[in-house]
């Protein structure tokens, strides 16, 4: 049977990527194209900013895409981009490409949502491990949505919870900004989380009785305690308040999880999203799915954070059921999952 390859494109916040996957499994290329060191002047993304970067470096990530894979455009048989949510001038400059391209190869055009982006990114083959296969139950934990997926299909999906406020990976990074980590606060507040002491204090969790999540009490809870602590001139350990914030968010994302698990009578779950790259939610997931009886699939940490290969191993699976986009296809930022 002959092989399937598809150019993914992803350009929904500040990377700029492109990937070319073969049967939607094997990653014969991922280019990234970070923006960190720019928007870190920043303390964060600026939009504007992120676009232009975008519209630089595009032709030649596509170009290197190609070049690693050993292909040439014409052996492509579809063109896969993400189409949202995301910020919309860093989408339109994806889109736009991705349209220009299809329709000078007379190849199809798939779009694919982000967030259905990085679930596929377990499908992806990492060193010869067995990956997963639906029907199973997903945790996608990223900065911009935390939700608790049940995957019955390729394509198939019924979200069980989902956050009411902010994100998981957008709780961490103001936190982060609140202890001054500086950008990306992610990381930098994991690193420093492994050098506290995760009992030091005790910080909420919201929604006991259900499979939603809200983190917006628990950021608050922080940043109370950090005011308090600066007006009576009582001293902050930071590395502490790091850890005791994370071991908060990683308790109620494992605990939520694995009960939607046995709801659904789940024997196996698959995380995803950049949040899915933190150390402490792999390893108390781990853990806990091993006490359950759930296997767990994780992806690299370069699946995690926003790449084209997820984009082009969903796109893969549209292009075999024949979803195919017209090229009037717009960026949709605010595009539902």
Not at 88 to 103: I, N, P
Not at 151 to 170: K, M, N, Q, W
Request: charged residues 15%; neutral net charge; proline residues 4%.
């Amino acid at each position: 049977m002959q092989q399937i390859v598809i150019l993914g494109i992803e350009t929904s916040c500040d990377e700029t990527a492109a990937a070319v996957v073969s049967d939607g499994r094997a990653a014969l290329s991922n280019i990234i194209s970070s923006q960190v060191d720019t928007h870190r002047l920043f303390g964060g993304v600026v939009p504007e900013v992120a676009s232009r970067k975008h519209s630089e470096a595009i032709c030649a990530v596509v170009d290197e895409a190609l070049g690693a894979a050993g292909l040439r455009f014409g052996q492509l048989d579809a063109v896969a981009v993400t189409y949202g949510p995301g910020l919309v001038g860093a989408l339109l400059v994806g889109v736009s490409f991705a349209k220009a391209l299809a329709f000078a190869l007379k190849k199809p055009l798939v779009a694919v949502n982000h967030i259905e982006g990085h679930i596929c990114a377990n499908y992806l083959e990492n060193g010869g491990q067995n990956r997963i296969k639906p029907p199973f139950a997903g945790l996608v934990a990223s900065g911009g949505h935390t939700n608790i997926v049940w995957v019955s299909d390729y394509g198939g999906y019924e979200i069980l919870g989902s956050t009411r406020d902010d994100a998981a990976g957008e709780a961490f990074d103001k936190v982060a900004r609140a202890l001054g980590l500086g950008y990306p606060g992610g990381p930098l507040l994991e690193r420093l989380a492994a050098t506290g002491c995760a009992q030091a204090i005790a910080f909420p969790k919201a929604l006991a009785n259900s499979y939603d999540f809200s983190f917006s009490g628990l950021k608050s809870a922080v940043l109370n305690y950090l005011n308090k602590c600066a007006m009576s001139g009582a001293p902050v350990n930071r590395a502490d308040v790091a850890a005791c914030f994370q071991k908060a968010v990683v308790e109620v994302l494992v605990e939520k999880t694995l009960a939607a698990c046995a709801a659904k009578g789940a024997k196996r779950l698959a995380l995803a999203g950049g949040v899915a790259a933190n150390g402490a939610l792999r390893a108390a997931m781990a853990g806990a799915c091993l006490e359950r009886g759930v296997e767990l699939f994780v992806p690299p940490p370069v699946y995690c954070t926003d790449n084209a290969a997820m984009i082009a191993a969903c796109g893969y699976h549209l292009f075999r059921k024949g979803v195919f986009a017209p090229l009037s296809l717009n960026a949709d930022p605010g595009l539902e999952f």
